[in-house]
C-alpha cells in the first residue's frame, strides 16, 4: 500500500473513502468496502484491455507513453522502501508497497493503456481534527501506523494523510473539493459514511458533497450508518457503532462488545522496553510494551490476551502465544507511570526490542494494591489459571 501526506505525491486518479476511521470499525469498513469493488471490476477491465492491447502489439508495435498507473514520481519510487516514523511526516514517506511494484511489473513500459487505472484510496486526515482543535493529544483506536496496517490488511492501495492545519480547516466545502479531490487527487467516486461532515466549521454535509461533486461528474455514495445487528448479539439495544461507542466499552472493560464493534480485536502494539527487572524475581517475567502516547488505554487492569510476535520481519502471520496483561500503576511495587506489561504462558525468552501485537480478549480483574510481592505474585498465578480457563484450558 501507498501512504503519503502530501497530496501531490499521491498516485491518481483515484477512488476515494473518505472519513476519519479511527479504529477501522465495521462501520468504516463498509464505507471502504465500495472503494475496494471498484478496484476489483477497474482491474479486471485494465487485464482485459492490456491484453487486447499486447495482442495488437504482437501485430504492430505501440505508440510510446506509458499507461498512467505506471507514472511513479521519482521521489515516491526513492522513498517506497522507508517504513512509517510514528507521528514523523516530514519525510513525506512510502510504505513498502507489494500493490505498487506488482503493477510496476505487470504492465510493460511504453504500451499505452486506453484503460486508466484507479487507485482504490482512503482519504483522512491527521492530526485527528479534535487534536487540531483543542492543542491536546487525542488519544486513537488506531494511531497512524496501527491505521495504516488495518488499511492494508483490507486491501486499499493507498492511504493519503490529509496534513489537517489551519490552510485545510479553513476550505470551504466547495474548494475542497475542487482542490483536493478533483485537481489533486482527480477522484472519480467517492464513498463516505451517512454522518460525513467536512470543510470550515464542518458545515458541509454528505448530502452537500454528493451535489457539489455532481458538478465535476463525480458520484458519492452515502453508506448508511451501521447498527449493532442481531448477530452482534452481546448488544441488547440497537446502537450506532461509533469510535466512541467502542471506546466506552474499553473504558468499562467490555473488551467482547469493543471488538464486535470493532471486527477483530482490540490492539496494543510495540517494542518491547525494560521495566524494573522485578517480574523475574517472582516468577512471572513480564515484556514491557512501549505503546504509542496517541493510543487508547482501555480499563486499567488484568486481560486474558494473545500475542503475536512481529520480530523484525512485521511476520503478520507469526503464532500466537497465550498470555496475561497488566495495564497500570502497579500500586504493590510503588509504580509512579502507568505500564502496561505481558506474561506469556508457558513461555520463556528474550523478547527485548521485539515488536509485540497484543490482542485483547477477556477483562479479568482491577488492578490492586497487595501487601507483598507474595500475595501480587499469588494472585498473578490465578490470573493465568483464570486466563488458561477462558482460552478453554
Ligand atoms: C497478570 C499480572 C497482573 C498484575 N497485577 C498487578 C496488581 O494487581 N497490582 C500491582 O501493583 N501490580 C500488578 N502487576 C504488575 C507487577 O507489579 C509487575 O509485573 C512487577 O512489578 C514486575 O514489573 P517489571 O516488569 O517492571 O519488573 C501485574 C502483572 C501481571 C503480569
Ligand atoms: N514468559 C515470558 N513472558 C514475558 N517475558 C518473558 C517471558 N520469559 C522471558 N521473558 C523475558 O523477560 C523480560 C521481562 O523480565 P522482567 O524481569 O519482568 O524485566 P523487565 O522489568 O525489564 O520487564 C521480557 O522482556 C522478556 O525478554
Known sequence: MWVTSSTELALTPTVIALGKFDGVHRGHQR??????????????????????????????????GFPQKNILPKQVTDLREQSIEQGDFSARYSLSLPNINQVE?????????????????VVTFNPHPQEFFTGKTHTLLTPVDE????????????????????????????????KILVQQLQCRKIS????????????????????????????????PLQVCSEELSIHSSYERISSSLIRQH?????????????????????????????????????????????????????????VKNLGEASDVTAADYLGVMNIGCRPTVNGTYTSVEVHLLDWTGDLYCKK??????????PEQKFPSLEALKTQIY??????????GG
Open 147 to 178: 491505521k495504516s496496517q488495518q488499511m492494508r490488511s483490507l486491501g486499499v492501495e493507498q492511504l493519503v494523510l490529509l496534513p489537517f492545519d489551519k490552510e485545510l480547516c479553513a476550505l470551504t466545502p466547495e474548494e475542497f473539493v475542487e
Open 105 to 121: 511489473n505487470t504492465i510493460p513500459p511504453a504500451i499505452a493503456s486506453s484503460t486508466e487505472y484507479i487507485y482504490s484510496t
Open 382 to 391: 490465578q490470573d493465568c489459571n483464570a486466563a488458561r480457563a477462558f482460552f
Open 192 to 223: 463516505v459514511g451517512q454522518d460525513f461532515r467536512f470543510g470550515s466549521n464542518r458545515s458541509g454535509t454528505a448530502k452537500d458533497l454528493q451535489s457539489i461533486a455532481a458538478r465535476y461528474d463525480i458520484p458519492v455514495i452515502i453508506v
Open 250 to 306: 474499553l473504558e468499562r472493560g467490555e473488551v467482547e462488545q469493543a471488538n464486535q464493534l470493532l471486527g477483530r480485536p482490540y490492539n496494543l502494539v510495540g517494542p518491547v522496553i525494560k521495566g524494573q527487572q522485578l517480574g523475574r524475581t517472582i516468577g512471572f517475567p513480564t515484556a514491557n510494551l512501549h505503546v504509542p502516547k496517541q493510543k487508547f488505554l482501555p480499563r486499567l487492569g488484568v486481560y486474558a490476551v494473545r
Open 356 to 365: 509485540l501485537i497484543v490482542q485483547l480478549e477477556k477483562f479479568l480483574r
Open 31 to 64: 464505507v471502504i468496502e465500495p472503494i475496494l469493488k471498484l478496484q476489483e471490476e477497474n482491474n479486471e477491465k485494465v487485464e482485459q484491455q492490456e491484453q487486447y492491447d499486447s495482442s495488437r502489439l504482437e501485430k504492430k508495435p505501440a505508440i510510446g
